[in-house]
């Protein structure tokens, strides 16, 4: 099935170990379903002063998303206008504003044998400060018209430069590109399940364990510094039978369900944390990060039945 190909190129389970820290899955699903069963996809022409180079940019990049099964759309040219699933439109504009301004330094003053001494002068250097802006205005448009997806946002980017700074501003040409990947970069989150990895680090409070258990506890910890996570988690497995309500040792467990792909026995072990501590931020997080998980395999799933 074409959802065995993607979710080995996807969703392929890291596990490299830094530190105290266990490398798990991190998925970000697309905005929704809809978007995720899309194949063909027109590009209308865009609008505004750079809205040429902006549908550029995105078809270029819609064009090389492949997770190993070929590419994940097909990229209609508005010039054919023989419709898709759906149709992108709209436009992208770029304004810049410079203001002129000065900056106080201080240096100190020389002697006659162009030695500094302790007397300090304050001077003045001027600077010029750019303001860019890059305002989208996009719309994806289902073939029965519906609106599947939007982004009117304001993407921003400031410099400043002053005379006794080296080197270049970066040109006006240069500044446009790195806004409009911005944008770009979104879309492709935004319309296609993303799989990264994260390093989430391990609880390492001891405390309320007796003596022993806790030289285990640190032994645990140990092991995941130097690349020995099968072991760690072995002795915190010890530790769970003796200490059923050990927040730490719970979440440790539950991050090690996650770490080697059992997401049930994990999710069930951040339940547990929470049950004792609503408050306990990791085991929150990492109910999060499997929800986005699940919902990233749906979407998968969904695609490879259409």
Not at 150 to 167: A, I, K, L, M, V
Request: aromatic share 6%; net charge neutral.
């Amino acid at each position: 099935m074409r959802i065995k190909g993607l979710v080995l190129a996807l969703l392929a389970c890291g596990s490299v170990v830094q530190a105290e820290t266990l490398r798990v899955d991190n998925y970000t699903p697309a905005r929704s379903d809809a978007l995720v069963v899309l194949r063909d996809i027109q590009l209308d022409t865009l609008g505004g002063n750079v809205g040429q180079a902006m549908a550029l940019q995105i078809e270029d990049k819609l064009r090389t998303i492949d997770y190993g099964q070929g590419p994940w759309f097909r990229v209609i040219p508005a010039s054919l206008a023989t419709g898709g699933d759906a149709v992108f439109r709209g436009a992208a504009d770029i304004d810049m504003q410079r203001f002129d301004r000065t900056e106080t330094r201080e240096r100190c003053i020389k002697d006659a044998q162009n030695k500094c001494t302790d007397q300090k002068e304050k001077y003045e250097v001027s600077c010029i400060r750019r303001e860019f802006s890059l305002e989208t205005r996009l719309r994806l448009i289902g073939r029965n018209g519906e609106l599947l997806w939007s982004d009117d946002s304001s993407e921003p980017h400031t410099e400043n430069r002053c005379s006794d700074q080296s080197g270049y501003s970066r040109g006006p040409r240069d500044v446009e590109r790195l806004l409009i990947g911005r944008v770009v970069a979104r879309i492709e989150t935004d319309m296609v399940p993303r799989r990264s990895v994260t390093d989430v680090r391990v609880d390492e409070n001891r405390r309320a364990l007796a003596k022993d258990d806790a030289e285990q506890f640190k032994l645990a910890v140990r092991h995941v510094r130097d690349g020995q996570p099968n072991e760690a988690c072995a002795l915190w497995a010890q530790l769970g039978e003796r200490y059923p309500t050990h927040q730490p040792t719970r979440f440790n467990l539950g991050l090690c369900a996650e770490f080697i792909g059992k997401t049930a026995d994990a999710r069930a072990r951040y339940l547990e944390v929470l049950q004792l501590n609503p408050a306990h931020s990791a085991a929150s997080t990492g109910v999060g990060r499997l929800n986005q998980r699940e919902r990233a395999l749906k979407q998968l799933e969904l695609r490879d039945a259409g």
